[in-house]
T-cell receptor
Protein backbone atom coordinates (compact mmCIF):
# COMPACT_ATOMS: atom_id res chain seq x y z
CA UNK A 1 0.00 0.00 0.00
CA UNK A 2 1.16 3.50 -0.80
CA UNK A 3 1.75 5.47 2.30
CA UNK A 4 1.91 9.25 2.49
CA UNK A 5 2.65 10.61 5.92
CA UNK A 6 2.60 14.15 7.24
CA UNK A 7 4.65 15.26 10.21
CA UNK A 8 1.79 16.63 12.31
CA UNK A 9 -1.97 16.18 12.47
CA UNK A 10 -2.52 19.40 14.39
CA UNK A 11 -0.32 22.46 14.64
CA UNK A 12 -0.83 25.79 16.37
CA UNK A 13 1.51 28.65 15.51
CA UNK A 14 1.66 32.36 16.16
CA UNK A 15 1.45 35.07 13.53
CA UNK A 16 4.86 35.77 12.05
CA UNK A 17 6.38 32.38 12.90
CA UNK A 18 8.12 30.31 10.26
CA UNK A 19 6.28 27.02 9.82
CA UNK A 20 7.49 23.78 8.27
CA UNK A 21 5.10 21.07 7.13
CA UNK A 22 6.73 17.82 6.14
CA UNK A 23 5.44 15.13 3.83
CA UNK A 24 7.01 11.75 3.13
CA UNK A 25 5.93 9.06 0.67
CA UNK A 26 7.31 5.55 0.50
CA UNK A 27 6.43 4.50 -3.04
CA UNK A 28 9.18 6.19 -5.05
CA UNK A 29 6.67 8.55 -6.68
CA UNK A 30 8.01 11.29 -8.92
CA UNK A 31 5.21 13.78 -8.34
CA UNK A 32 4.33 15.42 -5.06
CA UNK A 33 1.75 18.09 -4.30
CA UNK A 34 0.66 20.45 -1.53
CA UNK A 35 -2.96 21.55 -1.29
CA UNK A 36 -4.97 23.49 1.18
CA UNK A 37 -8.52 22.42 1.87
CA UNK A 38 -11.07 25.00 3.01
CA UNK A 39 -14.84 24.63 3.38
CA UNK A 40 -16.63 25.90 0.30
CA UNK A 41 -13.39 26.32 -1.61
CA UNK A 42 -12.42 22.69 -2.09
CA UNK A 43 -8.80 21.75 -2.69
CA UNK A 44 -6.50 24.41 -4.01
CA UNK A 45 -3.03 23.59 -5.27
CA UNK A 46 -0.23 25.52 -3.59
CA UNK A 47 2.91 23.97 -5.12
CA UNK A 48 3.90 20.77 -6.82
CA UNK A 49 7.07 19.00 -7.76
CA UNK A 50 7.66 16.42 -10.49
CA UNK A 51 11.25 15.64 -9.59
CA UNK A 52 13.89 16.20 -6.96
CA UNK A 53 14.83 19.88 -6.67
CA UNK A 54 12.07 20.80 -9.13
CA UNK A 55 9.10 22.88 -8.06
CA UNK A 56 6.22 24.58 -9.79
CA UNK A 57 3.73 27.11 -8.51
CA UNK A 58 0.16 26.04 -8.20
CA UNK A 59 -2.87 28.26 -8.01
CA UNK A 60 -2.18 29.94 -4.66
CA UNK A 61 1.59 30.02 -4.01
CA UNK A 62 1.71 33.43 -2.31
CA UNK A 63 3.06 33.25 1.21
CA UNK A 64 4.42 29.71 0.73
CA UNK A 65 7.58 28.07 -0.48
CA UNK A 66 8.60 24.43 -0.88
CA UNK A 67 11.65 22.23 -0.79
CA UNK A 68 12.29 18.86 -2.42
CA UNK A 69 15.82 17.73 -1.64
CA UNK A 70 15.01 14.02 -1.67
CA UNK A 71 12.54 12.15 -3.82
CA UNK A 72 10.47 10.91 -0.90
CA UNK A 73 10.17 14.20 0.97
CA UNK A 74 8.34 17.40 0.07
CA UNK A 75 8.26 20.25 2.55
CA UNK A 76 5.92 23.20 2.65
CA UNK A 77 7.22 26.35 4.31
CA UNK A 78 5.23 29.30 5.55
CA UNK A 79 7.86 32.03 5.75
CA UNK A 80 5.81 34.23 8.08
CA UNK A 81 2.55 32.65 9.12
CA UNK A 82 -0.61 34.73 8.96
CA UNK A 83 -4.11 34.07 10.26
CA UNK A 84 -5.47 33.63 6.72
CA UNK A 85 -3.20 30.59 6.40
CA UNK A 86 -5.22 28.76 9.02
CA UNK A 87 -6.39 25.72 7.08
CA UNK A 88 -6.13 21.99 6.48
CA UNK A 89 -3.04 21.17 4.44
CA UNK A 90 -2.96 18.01 2.35
CA UNK A 91 0.05 16.43 0.75
CA UNK A 92 -0.28 14.02 -2.16
CA UNK A 93 1.95 11.98 -4.42
CA UNK A 94 1.57 10.21 -7.73
CA UNK A 95 3.66 8.23 -10.16
CA UNK A 96 4.05 9.40 -13.69
CA UNK A 97 5.44 6.08 -14.79
CA UNK A 98 1.96 4.62 -15.09
CA UNK A 99 0.80 7.38 -17.42
CA UNK A 100 -1.80 9.98 -16.66
CA UNK A 101 -4.70 7.69 -15.78
CA UNK A 102 -3.44 7.29 -12.27
CA UNK A 103 -4.46 8.52 -8.89
CA UNK A 104 -2.98 10.85 -6.38
CA UNK A 105 -2.42 9.38 -2.94
CA UNK A 106 -3.12 11.69 -0.07
CA UNK A 107 -1.71 12.09 3.39
CA UNK A 108 -3.95 12.42 6.45
CA UNK A 109 -3.64 16.20 6.50
CA UNK A 110 -2.26 18.78 8.91
CA UNK A 111 -4.72 21.16 10.49
CA UNK A 112 -2.81 24.38 11.03
CA UNK A 113 -4.14 27.14 13.22
CA UNK A 114 -2.37 30.50 13.19
CA UNK A 115 -3.24 32.75 16.12
CA UNK B 1 -9.79 28.04 -18.83
CA UNK B 2 -9.93 24.64 -17.25
CA UNK B 3 -12.59 24.38 -14.61
CA UNK B 4 -14.54 21.79 -12.63
CA UNK B 5 -17.95 22.78 -11.28
CA UNK B 6 -19.91 21.00 -8.60
CA UNK B 7 -23.09 23.01 -8.25
CA UNK B 8 -24.25 21.54 -4.94
CA UNK B 9 -22.37 22.21 -1.70
CA UNK B 10 -24.66 19.91 0.23
CA UNK B 11 -26.92 17.11 -0.88
CA UNK B 12 -29.23 15.34 1.54
CA UNK B 13 -30.77 12.06 0.41
CA UNK B 14 -32.84 9.48 2.26
CA UNK B 15 -31.41 6.02 2.72
CA UNK B 16 -32.50 3.79 -0.16
CA UNK B 17 -33.15 6.71 -2.51
CA UNK B 18 -31.08 7.31 -5.66
CA UNK B 19 -28.07 9.60 -5.49
CA UNK B 20 -26.71 11.88 -8.19
CA UNK B 21 -23.78 14.19 -7.55
CA UNK B 22 -23.34 16.61 -10.40
CA UNK B 23 -20.04 17.55 -12.01
CA UNK B 24 -19.42 19.67 -15.08
CA UNK B 25 -16.05 20.47 -16.55
CA UNK B 26 -14.51 22.92 -18.95
CA UNK B 27 -11.50 21.69 -20.89
CA UNK B 28 -10.58 21.92 -24.54
CA UNK B 29 -8.48 18.78 -24.63
CA UNK B 30 -9.33 15.15 -23.98
CA UNK B 31 -10.42 15.02 -20.34
CA UNK B 32 -9.47 12.47 -17.75
CA UNK B 33 -11.96 12.62 -14.93
CA UNK B 34 -12.07 11.21 -11.44
CA UNK B 35 -14.20 11.18 -8.34
CA UNK B 36 -12.44 11.39 -4.99
CA UNK B 37 -14.12 10.80 -1.64
CA UNK B 38 -13.30 11.76 1.92
CA UNK B 39 -15.12 9.94 4.70
CA UNK B 40 -15.21 11.43 8.18
CA UNK B 41 -11.76 11.36 9.80
CA UNK B 42 -10.23 9.56 6.83
CA UNK B 43 -7.89 10.72 4.14
CA UNK B 44 -9.00 11.73 0.69
CA UNK B 45 -8.98 8.77 -1.66
CA UNK B 46 -9.84 7.89 -5.21
CA UNK B 47 -13.34 6.52 -5.69
CA UNK B 48 -13.37 5.94 -9.43
CA UNK B 49 -11.96 7.13 -12.73
CA UNK B 50 -13.81 7.45 -16.01
CA UNK B 51 -11.27 5.51 -18.01
CA UNK B 52 -11.95 2.36 -15.99
CA UNK B 53 -15.73 2.44 -16.49
CA UNK B 54 -16.05 0.62 -13.19
CA UNK B 55 -18.59 0.50 -10.39
CA UNK B 56 -17.13 1.11 -6.95
CA UNK B 57 -19.27 0.73 -3.81
CA UNK B 58 -22.28 0.82 -6.12
CA UNK B 59 -21.28 4.17 -7.64
CA UNK B 60 -20.89 4.77 -11.36
CA UNK B 61 -20.02 7.83 -13.40
CA UNK B 62 -20.30 8.25 -17.15
CA UNK B 63 -18.40 10.83 -19.10
CA UNK B 64 -20.75 12.81 -21.35
CA UNK B 65 -18.59 14.86 -23.68
CA UNK B 66 -21.56 16.53 -25.32
CA UNK B 67 -22.79 17.91 -22.00
CA UNK B 68 -19.26 18.11 -20.54
CA UNK B 69 -20.49 16.26 -17.48
CA UNK B 70 -19.28 13.46 -15.24
CA UNK B 71 -22.10 12.94 -12.75
CA UNK B 72 -21.72 10.37 -9.97
CA UNK B 73 -24.70 8.08 -9.45
CA UNK B 74 -25.85 5.34 -7.14
CA UNK B 75 -29.29 3.74 -7.35
CA UNK B 76 -29.80 3.14 -3.62
CA UNK B 77 -28.06 5.32 -1.04
CA UNK B 78 -26.57 3.78 2.10
CA UNK B 79 -25.74 5.55 5.35
CA UNK B 80 -22.05 4.81 4.90
CA UNK B 81 -22.07 6.88 1.71
CA UNK B 82 -22.16 10.05 3.79
CA UNK B 83 -18.93 11.85 2.90
CA UNK B 84 -17.37 14.72 0.99
CA UNK B 85 -17.10 14.06 -2.75
CA UNK B 86 -14.78 15.87 -5.14
CA UNK B 87 -14.86 15.72 -8.90
CA UNK B 88 -11.42 16.13 -10.46
CA UNK B 89 -9.92 16.76 -13.90
CA UNK B 90 -6.47 15.64 -14.97
CA UNK B 91 -5.17 17.62 -17.91
CA UNK B 92 -2.62 14.96 -18.80
CA UNK B 93 0.47 17.05 -18.19
CA UNK B 94 3.68 15.22 -17.32
CA UNK B 95 3.29 16.33 -13.74
CA UNK B 96 -0.26 14.94 -13.42
CA UNK B 97 -1.65 18.15 -12.00
CA UNK B 98 -5.31 17.81 -11.11
CA UNK B 99 -8.02 20.44 -10.87
CA UNK B 100 -10.55 19.71 -8.15
CA UNK B 101 -14.09 20.93 -7.86
CA UNK B 102 -15.19 22.60 -4.64
CA UNK B 103 -16.80 19.44 -3.39
CA UNK B 104 -20.27 18.24 -2.46
CA UNK B 105 -21.09 16.99 1.00
CA UNK B 106 -23.45 14.03 0.75
CA UNK B 107 -25.61 13.45 3.81
CA UNK B 108 -27.65 10.27 3.91
CA UNK B 109 -30.73 10.59 6.07
CA UNK B 110 -31.95 7.51 7.97
Amino acid sequence: DVKVTQSSRYLVKRTGEKVFLECVQDMDHENMFWYRQDPGLGLRLIYFSYDVKMKEKGDIPEGYSVSREKKERFSLILESASTNQTSMYLCASSSHAAGSHIEQYFGPGTRLTVT
Amino acid sequence: AQRVTQPEKLLSVFKGAPVELKCNYSYSGSPELFWYVQYSRQRLQLLLRHISRESIKGFTADLNKGETSFHLKKPFAQEEDSAMYYCALNMGDRDDKIIFGKGTRLHILP
